[in-house]
């Protein structure tokens, strides 16, 4: 494992017990462009 490496391996299940209900959606998105935006890097 890299020292540069970032791992978002349980974001989805972290996203859906700690954030409500009504902002998962915005959050998912973000985290989903985020890691996009990281591959491109």
Do not use: C
Request: hydrophobic share 50%.
């Amino acid at each position: 494992m890299s020292a540069d490496a970032v791992y978002f391996e349980q974001w989805a299940s972290v996203l859906r017990d700690t954030v409500p209900v009504s902002l998962q959606a915005v959050y998912r998105e973000a985290v989903t462009k985020f890691r996009y935006w990281l591959m491109e890097e």
